[in-house]
């Protein structure tokens, strides 16, 4: 018995020193460096072999990488070459685990062996965290043999570009940085109240007065003051088609958020006749300090929720299908995101209109009508062959057949949906808001919140409410970046790190692989690689 427990700490100590010695995050499902160690050298000489055309866009990651930070590329070879360092290959038997890979480096080179062509890519993210983190011009990559997979088929990022706008280039480089965390799905948020990002060439008002407010609050809601500059801006198509070819060569899924029913001002200020009351003027929030004209419908200058909100007639589902078609047009992802959160229904009720259409309707109230507006946009959407996402409010009065529920007011409405056998991704403002501060005391304006590294890392998507089959329901999870607070892409960096890799370990790796205490070194290692980078993060804090 002694025996068998000494050779078990053996084991564990081996493995343990093994991730000291090779840092990697999300951590690796198994990896093994041998005792005697060896490294393999990698230098502007070195050539990669490629084995199909698929896995070019893994190369090509690879080489941008190594000529950003080491000012060097590899030399690449389309086909099995005695001669190359690097190879990357696809295993030829059919595998229904996406994303799995191996990554063995050894005397003979290094070789990454995808399942297919992700497994692959994610594969080349493990191999950049074994390169050193200062530039040098001859890189040694330790000897290890590493199999890995991700835990959760949902692993996402969230950016909202309404409050404030960010340029093509920095979104490119926001779907990098969930590349490098093995992360595959960006949330875009597009529309809101304070701006419409997406051009819609029907409804060219919407980007043209939509698209842009006549100032912005200063400081925390409701703000001391207007900064009185006409803020604003939006992607066309073509730009929207240049962010979605890029994310898809890195193999990460845009998903799109229009929002509705509520959330709509922007729209509402380019197209009045959308709105339950087109005749009244926007309300500005007592004490907000208001900046040009203020009467008829305007875009939002400030931040919260908002009484005007589509009327659910028949030219708002003739637009909103119009704008849908667009939206399709141009992103092929599965899901289409359709807001449904913080819809207040006080217009609704005092609108004739929205009263008689509940009797005509045989609903309830007026979340019935919430619940009739999202399942009426949920059966367009998946006649055009997609799937809806809305946040867990489209709960309220009944949940559309066939939506997927993300899971913001807690867990409790992922919950609810798991066990009605509808598909989850959580994203609770307990553990994954990102727009939160991350350190007491934080000398950055943000919305509240106290959101440490740790508390991050702790997170669970599925909840232990559920069985194990409902379990089987959560999808994944994602981080949440509102930027009503964050103006600038330096603060959206600080904001994000070294929360995203937190979460990338969360969502990649199994929940008994985890420990903080073994996962806080590997992470002060990983932001020497953001020095490198030279983004801004902030400071790890191990509150909970």
Known sequence: ????????????????????????????????????????????????????PALQNSADFLNDYLVQFYGFMLKSKMSVSNQAVVYLSIKNEASKSSGSYSLVVNKNGINILGNDATGVFYGVQSLIQLLPVVKEAVLSIPYVTINDAPHFAYRGMHLDVTRHFFPVAFVKKYIDFLALHKMNYFHWHLTDDQGWRIEIKKYPRLTQIGGYRNGTIIGHFPGTGNDNKHYGGFYTQEQIKEVVAYATKRYITVVPEIEMPGHASAAIAAYPELSCFPEESTKAPEKTVWSGPATGKQVQQTWGVFEDVFAPTE????????????????????????????????????????????????????????SYFVQRM???VNSKGRTIIGWDEILEGGLAPNAIVMSWRGEEGGIAAAKLKHQVIMTPGSHVYFDHSQVKPDDSLTIGGYTTVRKVYSY???????????????????????????????????????RISALSEVLWSSKESRQWEEFE?????????????????GAIDAGM
């Open 1 to 52: 018995m002694f025996k068998r427990t000494f050779i078990l700490i053996l084991l564990y100590a081996f493995t343990c020193s093994s991730y000291a010695q090779i840092s990697i995050i999300p951590k690796p499902s198994s990896m093994i460096s041998p005792a005697n160690g060896g490294t393999v050298r990698v230098d502007a000489s070195t050539q990669i072999s490629v084995q199909s």
């Open 315 to 370: 030219n708002t589902f003739t637009f909103l299908q119009d704008v849908l078609d667009e939206v399709i047009s141009l992103f092929p992802s599965q899901y289409i995101h359709i807001g449904g959160d913080e819809s207040p229904k006080h217009n609704w009720k005092r609108s004739a209109f929205c009263q008689q259409l509940i009797k005509e309707k045989g609903l309830k109230d007026e979340h019935g009508l919430q």
């Open 378 to 380: 949920e059966k367009y």
């Open 460 to 498: 669970e998507p599925i909840p232990k409410e559920l069985s194990a089959e409902e379990g089987k329901y959560v999808l994944g999870a994602q981080a949440n970046l509102w930027t009503e607070y964050l103006p600038y892409t330096t603060t959206i960096e600080y904001q994000i790190f070294p």
């Open 521 to 537: 070194p590997r992470l002060r290692n990983q932001m020497k690689r953001y020095d490198l980078w030279k983004v801004h993060y």
